[in-house]
């Protein structure tokens, strides 16, 4: 659904909705998380914001080509994110006039957020002069904007710190254009099948009964994925059929090989380290009956599994989740664990499409600090697996600073680790975002 038809936004109205993504805007620009920014909206605000914020996001680089071109020098901070919302608006009309509002009501309502603020007032013959030029450069080809169909290049709009992109060229040299296209894209709706509730067949003839477009998703490093599937059209999940009723859950078909690489069998003593926001946790319930304890060192996101298997109809006295740090040992009974599955914090450069925040966010410094706390977790997880047990190691990061070098680390600084052949890195792609897997076993 083109979140500029839906009824939020006429419900709020767009010079409100262009306001309040400017200022969420602003509090990425100085290390705020977006996606809690978001969630602290009423919710009949969040949608809108949602898609005006991520859309802009995505297409930081076009947009600011833009204001260099019509702005004489650079303008504050929240006049160039305004700019920026408006300019993505006119955008997105140029490329599918069918969709979005006309030129001319976005430039209108532009210029009315612009007089909503004390700091963007003084400014409204300017944002109405340059969207209006703005607007007739878009109608007038060719432009300066690629379409959809243009091939892939670095200038795919998407702003990366050039710090990472040149980690990117560096690592991946055949396909980091390719990269940087697929991260600027709308990601996937990808589907988890509550196999346990439903079968794949079953669940398939729900969505052909309700006339749903969808597709499989081919395997992943070889690993087939029965419950995943991949709608065409996007939607409120509050539409898909069956989501209320715990029959499928929404998650990257990339995030869905977790559950399965770990071979779970019924009974087994399983770890779920670093559980929020609960998708993978819920899919180990899924696969078997097994005794699963789920660690969670952020208070405020441990709801969010919670509600996540009641959804599912998942809850049971052999699930436990527990507030701790994993990299301490506070929280242990002394009882090892048959599995652990390790979805170590990370930079989380696999997953920009979906959180397009983050390349603002992230600085290079980081990666050093998250590779050194995922070796304590590391460390500390192995203390209580059993001999002969199974840690997997995961990350939605794209640099091996965070995968391959950690899991060679962990190797050769571990005399009982066996490394197991697993699907190491992938990168996004149409299907998925991009992760990293190693797999060890447990000599002794």
């Known amino acids: 659904m083109d979140q500029t038809d839906s009824p939020a936004l006429q419900s709020i109205g767009l010079a409100k909705a262009i306001s309040l993504s400017t200022h969420a805007i602003g509090g990425v620009i100085v290390g705020k998380s977006l996606t809690e920014m978001i969630a602290s909206l009423p919710a009949r605000e969040r949608p809108i914001v949602q898609s005006l914020t991520f859309e802009t996001l995505r297409k930081w680089c076009w947009?600011?080509?833009?204001?260099?071109?019509?702005?004489?020098?650079?303008?504050?901070?929240?006049?160039?994110?305004?700019?920026?919302?408006?300019?993505?608006?006119?955008?997105?009309?140029?490329?599918?006039?069918?969709?979005?509002?006309?030129?001319?009501?976005?430039?209108?309502?532009?210029?009315?957020?612009?007089?909503?603020?004390?700091?963007?007032?003084?400014?409204?013959?300017?944002?109405?002069?340059?969207?209006?030029?703005?607007?007739?450069?878009?109608?007038?080809?060719?432009?300066?904007?690629?379409?959809?169909?243009?091939?892939?290049?670095?200038?795919?709009?998407?702003?990366?710190?050039?710090?990472?992109?040149?980690?990117?060229?560096?690592?991946?040299?055949?396909?980091?254009?390719?990269?940087?296209l697929e991260q600027a894209l709308h990601p996937p709706l990808s589907l988890r099948i509550n196999l346990r509730k439903i079968s794949r067949s079953s669940y398939l003839d729900l969505l052909d009964q309700a006339g749903f477009a969808y597709a499989a998703i081919p395997p992943i490093g070889g690993q087939s994925i029965e419950g995943a599937l991949l709608l065409q059209v996007p939607m409120p999940v509050t539409e898909i059929p069956g989501f209320m009723a715990g029959l499928v859950s929404v998650q990257d078909a990339g995030a869905q090989v977790a559950g399965l690489l770990l071979d779970l069998q019924p009974g087994d003593r399983v770890l779920d380290a670093c559980a929020a926001p609960g998708g993978k946790t819920a899919h180990l319930l899924e696969i078997a009956e097994i005794e699963l304890l789920s660690l969670e060192i952020d208070?405020?996101?441990?709801?969010?599994?919670?509600?996540?298997?009641?959804?599912?109809?998942?809850?049971?006295?052999?699930?436990?989740?527990?507030?701790?740090?994993?990299?301490?040992?506070?929280?242990?009974?002394?009882?090892?664990?048959?599995?652990?599955?390790?979805?170590?914090?990370?930079?989380?450069?696999?997953?920009?499409?979906?959180?397009?925040?983050?390349?603002?966010?992230?600085?290079?410094?980081d990666i050093e600090q998250l590779q050194l706390k995922q070796r304590a977790i590391l460390k500390s997880m192995w203390r209580v697996l059993k001999p002969g047990g199974l840690l997997l190691y995961v990350t939605c990061s794209l640099f091996p600073a965070e995968g391959e070098e950690q899991a060679v680390w962990f190797e050769s600084n571990q005399a009982d680790a066996l490394r197991l052949h697993s699907i190491g890195q992938i990168l996004p792609a149409k299907t998925h975002d991009g992760f990293y897997y190693a797999l060890f076993k447990k000599n002794g």
């Not at 929240?78 to 006119?90: K, M, P, Q, T």
Request: proline share 8%; net charge positive.
């Open 63 to 180: 947009a600011h080509d833009l204001i260099k071109k019509y702005v004489p020098k650079p303008p504050p901070q929240e006049l160039d994110n305004l700019l920026s919302i408006a300019i993505v608006l006119l955008m997105n009309r140029h490329h599918n006039s069918k969709r979005g509002y006309p030129a001319h009501t976005v430039v209108d309502e532009a210029v009315k957020a612009c007089g909503n603020s004390i700091h963007t007032k003084h400014a409204k013959g300017l944002v109405n002069a340059v969207l209006r030029k703005i607007s007739q450069q878009l109608s007038t080809p060719p432009t300066i904007l690629a379409d959809s169909s243009a091939p892939p290049d670095a200038s795919s709009g998407l702003y990366l710190p050039a710090w990472w992109l040149n980690l990117l060229k560096i690592n991946y040299p055949k396909q980091f254009e390719q990269i940087c």
């Open 299 to 365: 208070a405020k996101r441990i709801g969010k599994i919670a509600g996540n298997l009641v959804r599912l109809g998942l809850n049971s006295s052999a699930h436990i989740i527990k507030e701790a740090d994993a990299t301490l040992s506070n929280w242990w009974d002394g009882k090892l664990f048959d599995k652990i599955l390790l979805d170590a914090p990370c930079s989380a450069s696999g997953v920009v499409r979906r959180h397009p925040d983050i390349p603002f966010l992230r600085r290079k410094d």
